[in-house]
């Protein structure tokens, strides 16, 4: 049994408390806030979301796929609470979830390291929390009731398998994304572990199409031997090719990329030959996510995490492909 709190608890407590000024009114601050659920005391699940940011085309797609999951018409109240990629703001968002006094919390943390505070808040509150995407390190005990996401670190092997293979002498400037995020680290870690030996340079784009250009400006100046850029996104590597392209070289021939996640712009980049490999990272599991808050609020067991299944594309990838991408 992972959590003490159940529907009936949620019930008990809307129709004792909320009254007339029912809780879907509430809404939590850090961020941009929406509340689009249920009326108060229908017996739906109310979820406090807190998003990390808007950064990328994946995170883009992520928070489309949740808000399609948890609606109103599938039993949930949610309040969705965007960080803007800052700490502060989700942390401010988690306490205001625990002062709804929301059936469950769920939140992509944007780095791995600060939480403990307002975890142990959460844990003192009965609230589960299910961690979506990024993953914590904590020194609360049992933090989290379920985990889902995917697995970065092998995402970082298979960039760094096809560098291996294909590019055994190429020297590699690492673009990493938000320092500190699990996505950052955990890719780094398993792509540093195969062809770390390649690596020249590295500096972080912050998951950003902007900042990803501007670190490959600087890197091309800093390390003008390097001829293969791994990127730790897609909106990274966009911005890759953009710096290349204005350097007056050949993205793709002069400096091959290798990049993660399989975003339309990504693969149409990869079909037009501009970047070389892409490991998928799904953002898509809204409606898993969906099943598991259910459980979680229910009382019911979880397992404690969901690996959500990634594939890779390579340069055979058609133009359906990318045509018949969802994002
Ligand atoms: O945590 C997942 C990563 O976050 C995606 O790969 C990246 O695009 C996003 O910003």
């Known amino acids: 049994m992972l959590s003490t709190r159940t529907l009936s608890r949620?019930?008990?407590?809307?129709?004792?408390?909320?009254?007339?000024?029912?809780?879907?009114?509430?809404?939590?601050?850090?961020?941009?806030?929406?509340?689009?659920?249920?009326?108060?005391?229908?017996?739906?699940?109310?979820?406090?979301?807190?998003?990390?940011?808007?950064?990328?085309?994946?995170?883009?797609?992520?928070?489309?796929?949740?808000?399609?999951?948890?609606?109103?018409?599938?039993?949930?109240?949610?309040?969705?609470?965007?960080?803007?990629?800052?700490?502060?703001?989700?942390?401010?968002?988690?306490?205001?979830?625990?002062?709804?006094?929301?059936?469950?919390?769920?939140?992509?943390?944007?780095?791995?390291?600060?939480?403990?505070e307002v975890l142990q808040e959460i844990k003192d509150a009965g609230i589960p929390v299910v961690l979506v995407d990024r993953t914590v390190d904590t020194t609360v005990e049992d933090p989290f009731a379920t985990w889902i996401g995917a697995d970065f670190e092998q995402e970082g092997k298979t960039a760094g398998e096809w560098v291996a293979k294909n590019a055994p002498d190429a020297k590699v400037f690492e673009l990493q994304g938000t320092l500190g995020s699990g996505a950052q680290v955990d890719r780094e870690k398993g792509f540093d572990a195969g062809v770390g030996k390649q690596v020249v340079g590295k500096a972080s784009g912050n998951f950003t199409r902007a900042e990803g250009k501007t670190a490959v400006e600087a890197a091309l100046q800093t390390y003008p031997d390097a001829t293969l850029?791994?990127?730790?996104?897609?909106?990274?590597?966009?911005?890759?090719?953009?710096?290349?392209?204005?350097?007056?070289?050949?993205?793709?021939?002069?400096?091959?990329?290798?990049?993660?996640?399989?975003?339309?712009?990504?693969?149409?980049?990869?079909?037009?030959?501009?970047?070389?490999?892409?490991?998928?990272?799904?953002?898509?599991?809204?409606?898993?996510?969906?099943?598991?808050?259910?459980?979680?609020?229910?009382?019911?067991?979880?397992p404690k995490k969901t690996i959500v299944q990634d594939q890779a594309f390579d340069q055979t990838t058609t133009q359906s492909v990318v045509d018949g991408r969802a994002y």
């Open 10 to 116: 949620r019930s008990v407590f809307a129709a004792g408390l909320a009254g007339a000024a029912g809780l879907a009114g509430l809404t939590a601050c850090g961020g941009d806030s929406e509340t689009a659920g249920a009326e108060a005391g229908s017996g739906s699940i109310t979820v406090g979301f807190s998003q990390l940011g808007a950064e990328s085309g994946w995170r883009t797609a992520n928070t489309e796929s949740v808000k399609k999951a948890l609606t109103s018409a599938n039993g949930f109240d949610l309040t969705f609470v965007d960080a803007q990629q800052k700490q502060e703001n989700q942390i401010k968002a988690l306490r205001d979830f625990i002062t709804q006094d929301v059936d469950v919390i769920a939140f992509s943390p944007v780095i791995e390291t600060g939480w403990d």
């Open 229 to 302: 850029i791994f990127s730790h996104n897609d909106d990274m590597a966009l911005g890759a090719i953009e710096a290349i392209e204005a350097a007056g070289k050949v993205p793709g021939e002069d400096i091959r990329i290798v990049s993660v996640d399989g975003v339309r712009d990504g693969l149409q980049a990869l079909v037009d030959k501009k970047i070389n490999y892409i490991v998928e990272c799904n953002p898509v599991f809204g409606d898993q996510l969906a099943g598991l808050i259910k459980k979680v609020a229910a009382g019911e067991d979880v």
